[in-house]
């Protein structure tokens, strides 16, 4: 056969029996074209499948570390919260006593200027 028949060239010297099997012929490398395209993209869809599960497994095991990590960050800060509850804020005032001092008499608290002993 001459490639310009295939080509769909000089076809007006072909007989109908020489046109009906360039036809055949043509179908058949038709079907063999397309069965090796959907091969591929059958294998393409596949290998995208597989990347897209490693990609969704590796997404969990990172979503799970979060998890953890975010556990981790709030017991320490629950326990630093615990430890330092009472160094950051003020003691609570001591109870009131309703009595009344006289403007000259000393406190009960000791100064930083007397010095005995």
Do not use: C
Not at 15 to 37: F, G, M
Not at 55 to 69: C, D, F, G, H, T
């Amino acid at each position: 056969r001459n490639q310009r028949h295939y080509l769909g060239d000089d076809l007006q010297a072909m007989s109908p029996k020489e046109l009906q099997n360039l036809e055949q012929q043509l179908d058949t490398a038709l079907k063999h074209i397309r069965s090796r395209k959907n091969q591929l993209m059958y294998d393409s869809i596949n290998e995208l499948q597989r990347k897209e599960k490693a990609i969704q497994e590796q997404n969990s095991m990172l979503s799970k570390q979060i998890k953890e990590r975010e556990n981790v960050l709030r017991a320490q800060q629950e326990q630093w919260d615990e430890q330092n509850h009472g160094h950051n804020m003020p003691p609570p005032p001591p109870p009131q006593q309703h009595q009344i001092q006289h403007p000259y008499m000393l406190s009960h608290q000791p100064s930083p200027f007397l010095n005995m002993g």
